[in-house]
């Protein structure tokens, strides 16, 4: 299954996050480290399964995607790249300011993991740019 319309990408964007809600609550109710990290875990995992399915515009539908291809743009690419990456340094502050526990070790992990694959994306995307234009 591929997604190609952004009608069709916002509505599973949209299912992502009442399911990332849904789990967030429950997760957060129980006040449980563990459950934190399961939740870290998922919802990289889901990240990464989006970039999967999505599919930009002339990128080819029925090929699977290569592992690095985060996204069809570097643009794109990098801005999720930078963002994760914010994320990341403002997370190990918090943790050197006193704040950190082992999800937030977790969660310092995803986002670098997700940082690094998306930086990758760009460096690769661009290579390719002159190549496709």
Same mark, same amino acid.
Do not use: C
């Given at each position: 299954?591929?997604?190609? =319309?952004?009608?069709?990408? $916002?509505?599973?964007?949209?299912?992502?996050?009442?399911?990332?809600?849904?789990?967030?609550?429950?997760?957060?109710?129980?006040?449980?480290?563990?459950?934190?990290?399961?939740?870290?875990?998922?919802?990289?995992?889901?990240?990464?399964? @989006?970039?999967?399915?999505?599919?930009?515009? +002339?990128?080819?539908? $029925?090929?699977?995607?290569?592992?690095?291809?985060? =996204?069809?743009?570097?643009?794109?690419?990098?801005?999720? +790249?930078?963002?994760?990456?914010?994320? @990341?340094?403002?997370? !190990?502050?918090?943790? !050197? &300011?006193?704040?950190?526990?082992?999800?937030?070790?977790?969660? !310092?992990?995803?986002?670098?993991?997700?940082?690094?694959?998306?930086?990758?994306?760009?460096?690769?995307?661009? $290579?390719? &740019?002159? $190549?496709?234009?």
């Amino acid at each position: 299954m591929r997604f190609i =319309t952004p009608r069709e990408k $916002a509505i599973v964007v949209a299912i992502l996050l009442a399911v990332n809600l849904v789990f967030i609550l429950v997760f957060d109710a129980l006040h449980s480290e563990v459950a934190s990290i399961v939740l870290t875990v998922v919802q990289t995992a889901g990240w990464y399964l @989006a970039t999967r399915v999505f599919r930009g515009p +002339g990128e080819n539908v $029925a090929a699977l995607r290569p592992w690095w291809r985060m =996204t069809n743009r570097p643009l794109l690419s990098g801005v999720f +790249g930078v963002g994760y990456g914010l994320m @990341a340094v403002v997370n !190990i502050g918090f943790s !050197i &300011a006193g704040y950190g526990s082992a999800s937030g070790t977790v969660s !310092i992990l995803a986002e670098l993991l997700l940082a690094g694959l998306f930086l990758l994306s760009f460096s690769r995307l661009r $290579a390719l &740019a002159p $190549a496709r234009a």
